[in-house]
């Protein structure tokens, strides 16, 4: 059974930078794409950033020029790294794999103070 966890979210002040990890566990790894998305109070979750199998990566406007997604399949890890992060990046971070159970990590929050 595959198993996502987030770690590296925290409280920021805006210009600040964080980098998020997620570990998968029971699955072959390399195969699959992988996404980071994020949910806001009273908004619907939203893509930021995905990556292929093959290394291939597309981001939401809002985050390009200021997020990086990357990947090590040795460490079965996908990161996201945020950079100048503004208050309205603030939310519930969450990986996906997507693979044929379409698996979701439990999330962990992000919080850019003004």
């Known amino acids: 059974q595959v198993r996502l966890v987030e770690s590296g979210g925290g409280l920021v002040q805006a210009g600040g930078s964080l980098r998020l990890s997620c570990a998968a566990s029971?699955?072959?790894?390399?195969?699959?794409?992988m996404g980071w998305y994020r949910q806001a109070p009273g908004k619907q979750r939203e893509m930021v950033a995905v990556?292929?199998?093959?290394?291939?990566?597309n981001y939401a406007d809002s985050v390009k020029g200021r997020f990086t997604i990357s990947r090590d399949n040795a460490k079965n890890t996908v990161y996201l790294q945020m950079n100048n992060l503004k208050p309205d990046d603030t939310a519930v971070y969450y990986c996906?794999?997507?693979?044929?159970?379409?698996?979701w990590g439990q999330g962990t929050q992000v919080t850019v103070s003004s």
């Open positions: 996906r794999m997507f693979s044929s159970t379409d698996t």
């Open positions: 029971g699955s072959i790894f390399s195969i699959y794409a």
């Open positions: 990556i292929s199998s093959g290394g291939r990566t």
